[in-house]
């Protein structure tokens, strides 16, 4: 088996019977596609040759390179994603990634908006135009669900159910109903009762959220809208979609929303993930603490 062939049925099987997420697909077949050339020009062999040698040279290669260890251990992850997948089809017999071990990273917490912040975010878009409309709608939507911006993007118009105040996602392979508060509902009704009509490129179009040419909007296209207003909000924090995710997490259970409550609307399948908002509230009330005690 060559590398393209190797390359190819990975690629099927990731998006086929994996379910990977569009990021972790990309990821994945960016780190094989990088070991593939590796191989083919220090060991002169291909993915399916390979052994822990070779594997284990092209990792310390990575480090030597000074590669980020989150980079280093994401290679690790999807190198032993691969050859996994290679045994469990009979390709291989031996594995050769299994001895591999990613390195120790220290957890960074992510970084949140203050309420106020949000506050100021939300209200840069001017409601004086479709676009205007359009973005108000998807930022409020944003923050009242916490859905992640591949899931926002991928929404249809038959996703939301506005007399409930509700939007279905799917994410990961997994439908969930997640609440909105009323301001994301009006917001939400606007655009589709008043400005999507006009801005979709076609009467059938499935897209909530369409851009310029009445097309699905990208992440692309709604990574430039958020990095607009939080330019024109004079906000120095590093905005993100994520950004308005982990806020929404964070600004949730310090109101006094319970772990699996939250877990379940960021549709998390591991509570672990959802528990890292807890460490952050406690990190923030540490730091609130030792500036404000007149002792610390």
């Known amino acids: 088996m060559d590398n393209a062939e190797c390359i190819r049925l990975f690629s099927d099987y990731l998006l086929n019977s994996k379910g990977a997420s569009e990021n972790t697909f990309n990821s ?37 390179a000074g590669k980020s260890v989150s ?7 999807s190198i032993k994603c691969l050859y996994t997948f290679l045994c469990i089809n009979q390709y291989l017999r031996i594995n050769p990634a299994l001895k591999l071990v990613p390195e120790k990273n220290e957890q960074k917490l992510p970084q949140i908006l203050t309420s106020n ?14 676009k205007g409309y359009r973005d108000k709608a998807m930022l409020e939507l944003l923050y009242a669900t916490g859905i992640r911006v591949s899931e926002l993007i991928n ?26 508060y009323h301001k994301a509902v009006k917001a939400l009704a606007e655009y589709i009762n008043i400005v999507r009509p006009q801005m979709i490129a076609l009467p059938d179009e499935k897209s909530l959220f369409v851009n310029v040419s009445g097309e699905r909007m990208s992440r692309q296209g709604f990574w430039k809208i958020i990095k607009f207003y939080q330019k024109k909000a004079n906000i120095e924090k590093d905005i993100t979609p994520h950004t308005l995710r982990h806020s929404f997490a ?33 990190q923030q009330l540490k730091e609130v603490y030792n ?6």
Do not use: W
């Not at 994945?28 to 052994?51: K, V």
């Not at 980079?71 to 992850?77: E, L, M, P, Q």
């Not at 929404?155 to 909105?180: A, F, H, Q, W």
């Open 28 to 64: 994945y077949m960016r780190d094989i596609r990088q070991l593939s050339e590796y191989l083919e020009e220090h060991s002169g062999c291909s993915l399916f040759e390979a052994g822990y040698t070779e594997l284990f040279d092209y990792i310390s290669y990575l480090r030597l």
């Open 71 to 77: 980079t280093v251990s994401r290679s690790i992850a």
């Open 117 to 130: 912040e949000v506050n100021l975010l939300l209200e840069q878009p001017e409601c004086i135009d479709p």
């Open 155 to 180: 929404l249809n118009i038959d996703d939301v159910y506005l007399s409930s105040g509700m939007i279905r996602c799917t994410g990961k392979g997994k439908e969930r109903l997640i609440p909105m």
């Open 250 to 282: 964070a600004h949730l259970l310090e109101n006094g929303a319970d772990l699996r409550s939250i877990q379940e609307m960021l549709g998390h399948s591991d509570l672990s993930s959802t528990q890292v908002y807890s460490q952050l509230i406690k």
């Open 291 to 296: 500036k404000s005690h007149p002792r610390a």
